[in-house]
């Protein structure tokens, strides 16, 4: 008895260590330098990003480990170094966080939310059954509708798809039925969601005659066969499974219909294999979920906001703006409060972004330009953001923090390719002589068209430019190489190299 109550202390201590040894891995430090540190954490989130949505595990060598974690160090040294240097000063890098902060919680949170979507909500499909009747006379063709409708609803599943196969006026269709693809429900909006919306309100199994406003030359005859939900990982399956049906209703059709328009229609549901299809279909649908997912998450914090923005006027580019429009007092949104956000106070955070991080304005167009871009690709939605939550609550989560430090050694980046720039080179005609000579049976030549095993050299002019740039490059790589490796020794980086070991992420 005492024996099973240590095991089961044991088996409990176990449990409650498993994800104290994981946080703990997660914060090991496996590089430092003077003032700071990169930890595991950091590291696995820069090797997750860099696989874009590629979810099959990867296998990272510990040279490639090495090189992210010197990488995320050097930035931050980078950052580091230039205030010291007073080439970026403390306040710069407050602005930056104020104007990005909510805007980057977000883009995580989005980012987050759709990722687990993907793991844990399916799919929702509904399976149409349609016929269409086409025609000049728009009252003609609703009456034949509403007629085909009420005959349709009279028969039986099979006698259905004989009459759907002699009277719609959808060639492509006749040997399957009428049937369609799976429309997904909860994916992005499709162009026949009025369409969608209508069959909802009536019972599953019968038709109705449909047609969209003021487009009755084509009319609807249309139900609901059913509703399915399937998880991610089913898809392909699914889809095969419908191809499959659609094989077999078309080879049956093609057995009475031989001639040309019904072989090309019957052709495209019997040609190739269904699993292909299946996939093309799989892949294109799981874009709409993703698509679906992010854009009905993002009105209903959207929505929760109480922010109302005011339609603005469309501009195609700099030279469309009219400046003009734009009043100090001009309302570009509204709060639940009735506070109005005006182009004074877009004018105030613009003016307030570092002055490294913005060019010189010719015209006000231009600038003006600018801030219309700003303010619709990165202080709405931060305002947007600041009124929820669930946003608010990613702060913590490594994906923000390091975005948001991207964001501050971009002032670093910009002083350092300033200071790039700045190096005096010196190329002289010589050198690029030297080079021409070395590379003119190479870099500097073309495949002979009479015989492929001989290069004809480019003329000299006709490349000097491009030598002089190369040798440019190449002594500004120089620098950079110079400026890393005194910042490394500067800051006395050290990479745990004796705790990385090739690991599967």
Not at 94 to 110: H, Q
Not at 360 to 371: Q, R, S
Not at 475 to 495: A, H, W
Request: charged share 30%.
């Amino acid at each position: 008895m005492i024996r099973n109550k240590l095991i089961h202390r044991v088996i409990l201590l176990g449990f409650i260590l498993l994800p104290l040894i994981n946080c703990s891995k997660d914060t090991e430090i496996l590089a430092t330098f003077d003032g700071g540190t990169v930890t595991r954490r950091e590291m696995n989130f820069v090797i997750e990003a860099s696989k874009r949505g590629n979810t099959e595990p990867q296998p990272i060598s510990a040279d490639i480990q090495g090189k992210i974690l010197e990488s995320i160090a050097l930035e931050k040294i980078l950052l580091k170094d230039a205030i010291a240097a007073k080439k970026v000063s403390e306040a710069d890098v407050a602005k930056i966080e104020s104007l990005v902060k909510d805007f980057l919680k977000l883009n995580v949170y989005m980012r987050e939310y759709v990722k687990n979507g993907l793991k844990s909500k399916p799919l929702e499909f509904i399976n149409l059954q349609l016929a269409l009747v086409r025609g000049e006379d728009e009252s003609e063709n609703l009456k034949k509708a509403q007629e085909l409708a009420d005959r349709l609803n009279t028969l039986s599943d099979k006698e259905v798809a004989v009459e759907i196969s002699k009277a719609t006026d959808d060639m492509t269709r006749k040997p399957i039925g009428g049937k369609l693809e799976p429309f997904c429900t909860n994916c992005a909006e499709t162009p026949l969601e009025d369409i969608l919306n209508e069959v909802r309100i009536v019972k599953e199994g019968k038709f109705i005659a449909y047609a969209k406003q003021g487009e009755g030359r084509i009319v609807y005859v249309v139900r609901s066969l059913g509703k399915e939900k399937v998880h991610p990982e089913r898809l392909r399956q699914y889809f095969t499974s419908i191809f499959d049906s659609f094989r077999t209703e078309a080879i049956e059709y093609g057995k009475t219909h031989e001639d040309a328009e019904a072989k090309a229609s019957i052709a495209y549901f019997t040609e190739g294999e269904s699993f292909d299809k299946a996939n093309q279909f799989a892949s294109h649908t799981m874009k709409e979920y993703e698509q679906g997912l992010y854009q009905k998450e993002l009105k209903k914090i959207t929505e929760e906001s109480g922010i109302t923005v005011a339609n603005l006027p469309r501009f195609t580019g700099p030279d469309d703006v009219d400046p003009k429009i734009f009043t100090p007092e001009y309302s570009l949104f509204s709060n639940k409060e009735g506070k109005s956000y005006t182009w004074k106070d877009l004018n105030a955070d613009f003016d307030a972004i570092p002055s490294q991080l913005k060019q010189e304005y010719k015209t006000e167009k231009a600038k003006t330009w600018d801030m219309l871009n700003l303010f619709q690709s990165t202080i709405l939605q931060g305002k947007i953001a600041e009124t929820s939550k669930r946003v608010q609550n990613v702060e913590n989560e490594i994906g923000y923090l390091m975005q948001l430090d991207k964001m501050k050694v971009s002032l670093a980046l910009k002083s350092l390719q300033d200071e790039i720039k700045s190096i005096p080179v010196n190329v002289t005609e010589a050198q690029m002589r030297d080079a021409y000579e070395a590379g003119k049976l190479y870099a500097y030549s073309d495949q002979d068209p009479k015989n492929p095993q001989n290069r004809i050299p480019k003329p000299y002019v006709a490349v000097r430019e491009r030598i002089k740039s190369e040798m440019e490059g190449t002594q500004r790589n120089s620098f950079i190489e110079q400026k890393v490796s005194g910042l490394k020794t500067t800051y006395n980086l050290v990479i745990a190299n004796d705790r990385l070991k090739e690991v599967t992420l």
